[in-house]
């Protein structure tokens, strides 16, 4: 990752959080959000739906909308459990043998609470039904995979940001032609510090062998965060 992409990703970053803190608050569906319309206008733009990691908000990323196509819908939701210090996760991480898991009953009510909103956002904007990307970083990328691997036929791809995949996620898993069908970008970071990077190519090999054909993309040095690099490799994804 250069130095200078990093001083203007953070540079961009930090305006545009900024201008998200004056960004109005969304409620009334399943999970709070915030949204940006399409500036280049379209009957049934695509969609991108963003899902923050553990201890955020719905404004982390909802920052990086100045790297998004113009013409996008982008709906960057907030995760339903509020944490003590501030912020919110979509689960509580525990250890099942030895082995990173999540809490099983949030786990599930996290996963029915974004396909929900998945389907109130696309009828409340008329977003193209065809062309929904579900994205997340950390927990968020982990949601990602859970909600894409197990309803693919709601999504057109997901974009997994510093993830990896929980064994109890496995057994759900039906190898079915929506899943065959669904695109899948992953980013992850050679010196990623919180989910290791062998976590992460273990989870795209794990998706090899049911077939599929993830786009994944190993970044050295960086840890647990997204660069610019990142963005510029999701943003081809997203426009092919």
């Known amino acids: 990752m250069k130095k200078v992409s990093t001083v203007l990703l953070l540079t961009i970053v930090f305006a545009a959080y900024a201008t998200a803190q ?5 409620e009334g569906l399943a999970l709070k959000y915030l949204v940006q319309l399409p500036t280049e206008k379209s009957a049934h733009p695509p969609m991108i739906v963003l899902l923050h990691g553990y201890g955020s908000d719905e ?26 210090g501030g912020g919110y996760e979509w689960y509580e991480m525990t250890d099942v043998n030895g082995v990173h898991d999540g809490n099983a009953s949030q786990l599930a009510n996290s996963k029915s609470l974004i396909e929900k909103f998945i389907k109130e956002v696309t009828s409340a904007y008329h977003a193209d039904p065809a062309r929904v990307c579900l994205m997340g970083f950390s927990q968020g990328a982990i949601m990602s995979y859970r909600v ?12 997994v940001l510093s993830g990896t995949i929980y064994p109890s996620l496995k057994p759900m898993v039906k190898n079915t032609a929506a899943l065959k069908h669904l695109g899948i970008f992953i980013a992850h970071g050679t010196a990623d510090e919180r989910i290791s990077f062998a976590d992460g190519k273990a989870a795209s090999d794990y998706l090899k062998s049911l077939g599929l054909k993830p786009d994944f993309h190993a970044y050295p040095e960086m840890g647990h965060t997204i660069s610019r690099d990142v963005l510029s490799d999701l943003v081809k994804w997203l426009t092919q």
């Open 59 to 84: 404004k982390d990323l909802f920052a990086l909308r100045t790297f998004i196509p113009k013409n996008y819908l982008i709906i960057s939701a907030r995760a339903p459990y509020p944490l003590p």
């Open 148 to 159: 894409g691997l197990t309803s693919p036929s709601l999504l057109k791809g997901i974009g």
């Open 22 to 26: 004056n960004a109005t608050l969304q």
